[in-house]
T-cell receptor, first 113, second 111 residues
Framework: EAQVTQNPRYLITVTGKKLTVTCSQNMNHEYMSWYRQDPGLGLRQIYYSMNVEVTDKGDVPEGYKVSRKEKRNFPLILESPSPNQTSLYFCASTRAGRGNEQFFGPGTRLTVL | DAKTTQPNSMESNEEEPVHLPCNHS???????IHWYRQLPSQGPEYVIH???SNVNNRMASLAIAEDRKSSTLILHRATLRDAAVYYC????????????FGQGTILTVHP
């Protein structure tokens, strides 16, 4: 089954404790993205990757890092989480080219105390 | 900026057609129009996309105006499961993996 998986699905942590949210896709997609969703602000892109070792900032990259060492994986790293990073996070992937649909993961709900 | 404009909310009755409008007046000639929806407590899911002509798939139809400055997503027979936030998106930037989500339209379906 074609899918995007994220782990963990729920996470409660404390300020400053480094964490990684994993994302994996099994569709051999070139493009992968991370979004965060906050009430009243909709979905905003954090980072995206066009292929292995190629990443770029989205609209709200501050406080986040990403890496793309393998085509299937695109982890989101919070080196020093803060309470304003409490949010619902979605990973997505799509094939290269115009007009292709994006596949979204189930979401990771992060709470930073 | 890849901006689209949608009504904040719409309501429908079950088994009736629903027409969800979207304005994208600054669209360029090569921009696709994408529609996604987000069911409660789930990630967004793709609905349909098109470039110039009307498009149909198993979920919905997409009617694109001749000048491409607006489009309408058509759900032919709304079901309770179609209650969701619907996003009209014009992929922005040089990376086609980037989707800029607006506030979307909250669709309520009444039994």
């Amino acid at each position: 089954e074609a899918q995007v998986t994220q782990n963990p699905r729920y996470l409660i942590t404390v300020t400053g404790k480094k964490l990684t949210v994993t994302c994996s896709q099994n569709m051999n997609h070139e493009y992968m993205s991370w979004y965060r969703q906050d009430p009243g602000l909709g979905l905003r892109q954090i980072y995206y990757s066009m292929n292995v070792e190629v990443t770029d900032k989205g609209d709200v990259p501050e406080g986040y890092k990403v890496s793309r060492k393998e085509k299937r994986n695109f982890p989101l790293i919070l080196e020093s989480p803060s309470p304003n990073q409490t949010s619902l996070y979605f990973c997505a992937s799509t094939r290269a080219g115009r007009g292709n649909e994006q596949f979204f993961g189930p979401g990771t709900r992060l709470t930073v105390l | 900026d890849a901006k689209t404009t949608q009504p904040n909310s719409m309501e429908s009755n079950e088994e009736e057609p629903v027409h969800l409008p979207c304005n994208h007046s600054t669209i360029s000639g090569t921009d696709y129009i994408h529609w996604y929806r987000q069911l409660p407590s789930q990630g967004p899911e793709y609905v349909i996309h098109g470039l110039t002509s009307n498009v149909n798939n198993r979920m919905a139809s997409l009617a694109i105006a001749e000048d491409r400055k607006s489009s309408t997503l058509i759900l032919h027979r709304a079901t309770l499961r179609d209650a969701a936030v619907y996003y009209c998106i014009r992929p922005g930037g040089t990376s086609y993996g980037k989707l800029t989500f607006g506030q979307g339209t909250i669709l309520t379906v009444h039994p």
